[in-house]
Nanobody, 132 residues
Framework: QVQLVESGGDLVQSGGSLILSCAAS????????IGWFRRAPGKEREGVSC????????YFKDPVKGRFTISRDNAKNTVYLQMNSLKPEDTAVYYC?????????????????????????WGQGTQVTVSS
């Protein structure tokens, strides 16, 4: 059974840091691009970051650039999202997803990754709350 499980969400003060984990079971993550998305209260889900399967190239949306990093540990079948300098507007449920176009975050129809349409398998989400 293919499964993605996010963990690491918590309540943190503004300016704090968190590390989210995305662990896979039933398949190996290193064949897939991994994307992180989030849904804030009352808003649609939006992309946050993505990492390619092969070359590790990564991408970030503007609101998190310079504050978030993404990495993968294929031996642990896990992808991490390191979040620094957190702001109240980062409050959301964070989801990881596996997919990509042949393991890449970019491809036809997606030039500003991550793009939801590129991902087929999703985790259940983990709550991040940043207090001011």
């Amino acid at each position: 059974q293919v499964q993605l499980v996010e963990s690491g969400g918590d309540l943190v003060q503004s300016g704090g840091s968190l590390i989210l984990s995305c662990a896979a079971s039933g398949f190996t993550l290193d064949h897939y691009a991994i994307g992180w998305f989030r849904r804030a209260p009352g808003k649609e889900r939006e992309g946050v970051s993505c990492i390619n399967s092969s070359d590790g190239r990564n991408y970030f949306k503007d609101p998190v650039k310079g504050r978030f990093t993404i990495s993968r540990d294929n031996a642990k079948n896990t992808v991490y999202l390191q979040m620094n300098s957190l702001k109240p507007e980062d409050t959301a449920v964070y989801y990881c997803a596996a997919g990509g176009s042949s393991g890449y975050c970019t491809g036809y129809g997606c030039y500003d990754p991550p793009c939801e349409s590129f991902f087929n398998d999703w985790g259940q989400g983990t709550q991040v709350t940043v207090s001011s």
